[in-house]
C-alpha cells in the first residue's frame, strides 16, 4: 500500500478564496482523522470519521471549515472563505479497528493564504 | 477537555548519551499514549506506544514509561545517534478517540 495520499502537496491561496484538501486514506482502515500543524498551536485534530461517518468535529476551529468522507477512500477538508491564519500544515492520518490506536500520517498540505 | 504538557521543549545530547522526554496529561480517560518522530518537513511517524494497564514497553534503543497514578509518562532514548535527531511528539488519547498531542522536543543529536 501506498499510505496516506494527500493532495495538494502544497497550496498557495490568496485570501477569500475556497481550498480543497484531499486524503486517500489506506485501503482497509475504517478511521479518519484530519490534523493542522502550526508553529504557535502544534498538532491539533480537527474532527475524525468513522466509517465515513463524522464522529468528533470539536477540534474544527470556526464554521469556514467542513470535512466530508463520501466513501472509505476519499475525503476532503474545505475551507471556505480562507483566511492568512489557516496557514499551516494539514495532516491526514488514518487507522484501522479503534481510533486510539498507531494513526498513520500522509504527506501533509502545506497552505499558504496570502 | 485533556491537557498535554511536554518537556523539555529543546534537547541537545551527544552521540551515545541518553535523551528523556517527559509529558503529563490530566484525563484520566486517556488510555493510549504514543509517541510520534517528525523530521523536518516529514510527517509524524510512530515509534512506539503504550496503553494503561503496561506500564514500561521496550523497542531496542528506545522505551515509554507510564505512571498512572501521576499521569505522566516518558520516552527513553539510549545509545543515540545523529538520525535520533527530530521532533518527537507524546500524545494522550481516549477511548473515544480523542486527541491530544504535547507541543513536542526538538531532540539534537551532536556526533
Known amino acids: 500500500d501506498a499510505g496516506v495520499i494527500q493532495s495538494p502537496r502544497h497550496e498557495v491561496t490568496e485570501m477569500g478564496q475556497e481550498v480543497t484538501l484531499r486524503c486517500k486514506p489506506i485501503?482497509?482502515?475504517?478511521?479518519l482523522f484530519w490534523y493542522r500543524q502550526t508553529m504557535m498551536r502544534g498538532l491539533e485534530l480537527l474532527i475524525y470519521?468513522?466509517?465515513?461517518?463524522?464522529?468528533?468535529d470539536s477540534g474544527m476551529p470556526e464554521d469556514r471549515f467542513s470535512a466530508k468522507m463520501p466513501n472509505a477512500s476519499f475525503s476532503t477538508l474545505k475551507i471556505q472563505p480562507s483566511e492568512p491564519r489557516d496557514s499551516a500544515v494539514y495532516f491526514c492520518?488514518?487507522?484501522?479497528?479503534?481510533?486510539?490506536?498507531?494513526?498513520?500520517f500522509g504527506q501533509g498540505t502545506r497552505l499558504t493564504v496570502v | 477537555g485533556e491537557n498535554v504538557e511536554q518537556h523539555p521543549s529543546t534537547l541537545s545530547v551527544q552521540e551515545g548519551d541518553s535523551a528523556v522526554i517527559k509529558c503529563t496529561y490530566s484525563?484520566?480517560?486517556?488510555?493510549?499514549f504514543p509517541w510520534y518522530k517528525q523530521e523536518l518537513g516529514k510527517r509524524p511517524q510512530l515509534i512506539i506506544d503504550?496503553?494503561?494497564?503496561?506500564g514500561e514497553k521496550k523497542d531496542q534503543r528506545i522505551a515509554v514509561t507510564l505512571n498512572k497514578t501521576a499521569k505522566h509518562f516518558s520516552l527513553h532514548i539510549t545509545e543515540t545517534q545523529p538520525e535520533d535527531s527530530a521532533v518527537y511528539f507524546c500524545?494522550?488519547?481516549?477511548?473515544?478517540?480523542?486527541?491530544?498531542f504535547g507541543d513536542g522536543t526538538t531532540l539534537t543529536v551532536k556526533p
Open positions: 492520518a488514518s487507522s484501522y479497528g479503534r481510533p486510539n490506536t498507531e494513526a498513520f
Open positions: 485501503s482497509g482502515h475504517d478511521y
Open positions: 470519521f468513522n466509517n465515513n461517518v463524522p464522529i468528533d
Open positions: 484525563d484520566s480517560a486517556s488510555n493510549y
Open positions: 503504550i496503553r494503561s494497564n503496561v
Open positions: 500524545a494522550a488519547s481516549q477511548e473515544a478517540g480523542k486527541s491530544t
